[in-house]
């Protein structure tokens, strides 16, 4: 952590006045009122504390002369709750489990059905030293007749992935990390179907009781299906 004076490092600001061949920064008692402390980018739970001398002084009147104590000691612990991050969401690619279809961009054609097609998604998030986790996939729009891999379907066209507790990925890459969506499809006659993920991540989410905030972004893929409505695979 650093400590501030007024939005001013106090390092800039305060003297060094030394006691008992320790040196201290030596504030006013305005100064000390301004004091703040920022910790370190991303860093949560204990980040340390300082020690601190001061004196009071008891202001006197035209009769009585003012009275400063000895100096006397005192700490500071501080700690910093932990806060996520907005994470960035995107396709790193979508592939086809065979040949039976194209890929062009975020659109995809399939040509059979029971193909299967697998969208790689690349979780970000500026904090990336592994307390964020994503937590939660959520498809919305996933029409009938297409199903998501080790998902469950919650109805009207939405579908859940969750990474709960060990299960919760954690985003300790600065380049993100890649996490499969996996979709098999027997319905045929789609056309061009905008199919939206969104990512959720928390903060320390692998922990039970965690109430950190939970921030999310989406993308979207649009699915064709190129055979004839309700055709089996053969």
Do not use: C
């Amino acid at each position: 952590f650093t400590l501030y004076v007024d939005g001013v490092e106090i390092s800039t600001v305060a003297p060094i006045t030394t006691v008992d061949s320790v040196d201290y920064y030596e504030l006013t008692a305005a100064q000390a009122g301004q004091l703040t402390a920022q910790g370190g980018p991303h860093l949560d739970g204990d980040l340390g504390g300082f020690d601190l001398l001061y004196k009071v002084t008891d202001p006197g009147d035209s009769t009585v002369a003012n009275v400063t104590s000895d100096w006397s000691a005192g700490h500071f612990d501080l700690s910093a709750t932990p806060l996520t991050d907005q994470p960035a969401l995107t396709i790193k690619d979508i592939t086809l489990a065979s040949s039976d279809g194209t890929v062009s961009g975020s659109d995809v054609t399939m040509t059979t059905a029971g193909e299967q097609v697998t969208v790689n998604l690349n979780v970000a998030t500026p904090d990336s030293d592994g307390s964020e986790h994503l937590i939660r996939v959520i498809l919305n729009n996933v029409p009938e007749g297409v199903t998501v891999q080790g998902g469950e379907m919650l109805g009207g066209g939405q579908w859940m992935l969750v990474y709960a507790g060990d299960d919760a990925r954690p985003v300790d890459d600065t380049n993100g990390i890649v996490v499969p969506v996996t979709f098999t499809a027997v319905a045929g006659g789609l056309t061009d179907v905008p199919i939206n993920v969104t990512g959720q991540t928390q903060d320390r989410g692998n922990e039970a009781g965690t109430e950190t905030d939970v921030k999310e972004a989406s993308i979207t893929w649009n699915l064709t299906t190129d055979f004839a409505p309700g055709t089996p695979s053969d």
